[in-house]
């Protein structure tokens, strides 16, 4: 038998091809941190809608920074906490854009609050994404808004306190209230099942942004190893058994149906 | 010497069309008229008809206005839509501008152009909404945090600063820098006669300007350079663009100095002030002229430092507690004294009280003592 005779041609099966938005480099991300999975995702979405060549985004202060990075989009750095009053020039100027968010909790819930209220209030067509690990990663792992009573953080050493500094902010839930709101969902990094409903969630709100609807947020549940102390199999596991009861996933608000015919 | 504005118009009588205007009014206008795309502002007194007449006016070209819900919000909204390449306006007063500081440290460093209008109040803190030029170190000393310098025009009169939009304009886009436009709230308040003479700067084709990497690579408007060595470059880059602007933008006018011998340094509604007290002065066989810096930043020093040869003396007027009069300090390096009027919290200097520093100057200086 020669060598020859050993080789079959065969069409190779493509199981996974990393998405052309997504930069071919490695991240600054810890191993275990849940930014890598959401931009994969950001990336898939825009990349399937087609929208990458229309997008502009727009960078948190945190680790996400980098977003700008591994993302091959348009990119605008906001200040901290200030994305979706950037994300709103960019909208009234730019009509035919697609505008993208994406900011983590100390920068969305804590010093940000202001601005994405308002943002959803006048109901801006951007979509935002809202990565809350409960924690401030990139300084060092201190308390958040986000963060749950009795979490240990360096800033909150012998655990959150809610008589001390208030309970977590169910940031999603409150700007949900708000008719401005067209689409408002939660998902999670915790495993496969979770990651493939967040996209989902990711998709529909970009399609809300694109028919005109609203404001769109998806609230990323997601996991911060180094700053909660854990491994990154514990810090999934700490993700679906304790963080997740707190934050349950799931649409939150959909007032596209009702301009849908139901 | 060199005067660079208030030239006599050339324009028979007869076909100059004038109109009774309001300052903060007149500035929208010619914003308007200078092709500005987008107005993002809050209200604040004594600019809020600023805003007012935006509201108005960029709806009616078919342009953005967007009333933001804090002055935060609104430099923020206009980062957003200047990175897009578009002519933007904010507009505040003091307090409002203080909040800004963030941002315009952020659009410095990401290189974003943007004219921002401050209309001065009485400070510090929510002080008064009388006129002040309280802001002058706020404005030509960085504004925000980090290693900066801004462009900074200060007209003193209401059509100076229509025709300072449109350079602000052009001095933001041609080196993509945020410019301050500062008035007081004098300029911005009162009415005055003005022609209705507009400029519209030539549109640019920005390789930097944001609009989605379609059939090129992705364009990133930023401020963050983590590496040192790479953030120390950018310094030496932002350093090499402000010695430029130092060149090429530096503006002032001289009234009356052909024959002076004490020079008066005002800019803004003080100047205007300066300007009467001089003629007071003059009617009393004193010699005395005007300096007024037009732009603040850069600070016309190598010409105020010329006056020196054949001044005795200066006088600092400001509607503050001495803030220029550190410039003119450092322009003057010692070489001529320096008196200072000015007054705070919304009181503006009088002509009578400028002319009696002037003769504490002139006494002091070994003049006549009249």
Redesign the interface.
Known sequence: MTVDELTVEEEPRILYQPPELLADRSTSYCPGCGHGVVHRLVAEVLGELGLGPRTIAVAPVGCAVFAYDYLELDFVEAPHGRAPAVATGIRRVMPDAFVLTYQGDGDLAAIGTGEIVHAAARGERITAVFVNNGIYGMTGGQMAPTTLVGQKTTSCPTGRDPAFTGAPIPMTEMLAVLPGVAYAARGSVADASSIGKTKQYLRKACQVQLAGAGFAIVEVLSTCPVGWGLTPVESVERLRDVVAPVYPPGVIVDRTSATRGG | MTVVADKPTEAPLARRTRILRKGNEAIAEAAVRAGC??Y?GYPITPQAELLEWMARRMPEEGR?F?Q???E???I?????????G?R?LVSSSSPGMSLMA??MS?MAG?EVPLVVVNVMRGGPGLGSIGPSQGDYFQATKGHGHGDYRLPVFAPSSIGEAMDLVATSFEVAEKYRTPVILLADGILGQAMEPVEEVYRMPPRQDFDWA??????RP???????HLKPEALEAHNRHLRAKEAAIRDAETRWAGERLEDADLVIVAYGTAARVARTAIALARESGMRVGLFRPISLWPYPDVALRALAAQARGFLVVEMSAGQMLEDVRLALEGARPIAFHGRTGGMVPTPGETVAALHRLDRRTGGSGR
């Open positions: 795309d987008a993002f953005v967007l933001a819900e804090s935060l919000a609104a923020n909204m206009a980062l957003g839509a200047a990175a897009c578009k933007v963030e941002a952020y990401s944001l609009g989605g990497a379609d059939g992705p364009r990133v408007v930023k401020s963050l």
